[in-house]
C-alpha cells in the first residue's frame, strides 16, 4: 500500500450506507463516510473531483443496472462499492445470484480505476444481526475471494467491535450515526494509505443501560416508525429509493453540502 497516495477523483457506489443515512445535516440531506472521506481528499488535491451513485433502498441487481457503467465510465481514481446487503434483508434472498452480480460489479469497475474498494460492512449486535449473519458472511466470502482476484481493498468493519455497539446506530437500527460514520470515513482513510487522524477501533466508554421499561417504550417507538414501514416496503416490492436520484450524480469538483464544517 502506497504511503501519502495522490488521489484526485472518487466515486462512490451502493446503498444507502453510502449514500449516508442516517448521518443528517441541518437542510435534511444526509452526509456520511463518503462525503466525509471525498472532503478529507479533497483537502489534499486541489481540484478533487467526486461523484456518489448510491441510492437509498438499492439491490445489488439495481446497483449494478443503474451505477457501474456510469461509475466505470468516470475513469475515477478510487471507487467505492458496498452492495448486497440489502438483499440479505430480504425473505426470499438467491445468494447464488446476488454473488454472480456482485462479481459482474467488480469485474467491470476494477480496471476502470486506480482502487477499487470493497467492504466488509458493520453489523448492530441484535436480533437482526443474528438472524441474517449467515447471509451476511456468505456475500462478505464473495467480497474477500473477488477483491484477493482483482486487487481490491477490504476494509474490513464487520468484526470490530465497537461498530457493533449500538449506540453507533441510528433509532432505525439500520443506519450508522454520525459518529459511526466519522469512524468508518477513518478506516477508509487509513485503508488507502493516508496518515491516520484517530483511532477508529476505539471502544466507546462503558455504557449506563436504559432500564426495562425504557428499553419497551423504544421498541415500540422503533416497530411503528421503522419496522412497520420496512415491512410494509417489502411485501409490496417497493424501496424507499424508488424515483430517487443519485445524490452526485456527476464527476464534479468537491462542494460540501450545507451544513457542519467537515
Not at 68 to 88: C, E, I
Not at 94 to 104: A, F, G, N, W, Y
Amino acid at each position: 500500500m502506497q504511503t501519502n497516495p495522490h488521489y484526485t477523483s472518487l466515486v462512490a457506489v451502493g446503498d444507502s450506507f453510502t449514500e449516508g443515512m442516517s448521518d443528517l445535516l441541518p437542510d435534511g440531506s444526509y452526509r456520511g463516510w463518503a462525503d466525509l472521506l471525498a472532503a478529507r481528499m479533497a483537502a489534499r488535491t486541489p481540484g478533487f473531483k467526486y461523484a456518489n451513485l448510491a441510492v437509498r433502498g438499492k439491490l445489488i441487481q439495481q446497483i449494478v443496472d443503474e451505477q457501474v457503467d456510469v461509475a466505470a465510465a468516470m475513469k475515477a481514481d478510487v471507487v467505492t462499492l458496498v452492495g448486497g446487503l440489502n438483499d440479505t434483508l430480504r425473505p426470499k434472498c438467491d445468494m447464488v445470484r446476488v454473488r454472480d452480480l456482485l462479481t459482474e460489479a467488480v469485474e467491470k469497475l476494477a480496471p476502470s480505476c486506480q482502487q477499487l474498494v470493497l467492504m466488509r460492512s458493520p453489523g448492530r449486535n441484535g436480533p437482526v444481526l443474528e438472524r441474517f449473519r449467515p447471509r451476511m458472511e456468505e456475500l462478505f466470502t464473495c467480497v474477500d475471494e473477488l477483491a484477493a482476484k482483482h486487487d481490491a481493498l477490504v476494509i474490513d468493519l464487520y468484526g470490530v467491535p465497537v461498530l457493533a455497539d449500538q449506540r453507533m446506530w441510528d433509532v432505525d437500527r439500520l443506519h450508522p450515526t454520525a459518529e459511526g460514520h466519522r469512524r468508518i470515513a477513518e478506516a477508509v482513510w487509513q485503508g488507502l494509505g493516508y496518515e491516520g487522524e484517530a483511532e477508529w477501533r476505539t471502544p466507546l466508554d462503558a455504557a449506563v443501560l436504559p432500564n426495562w421499561l425504557a428499553r419497551r417504550v423504544a421498541d415500540a417507538r422503533f416497530a411503528k416508525q421503522h419496522l412497520v414501514p420496512w415491512i410494509g416496503r417489502r411485501l409490496t416490492d417497493r424501496s424507499s429509493g424508488d424515483g430517487r436520484p443519485p445524490k452526485r450524480p456527476e464527476l464534479a469538483p468537491w462542494e460540501p453540502e450545507p451544513g457542519p464544517d467537515l
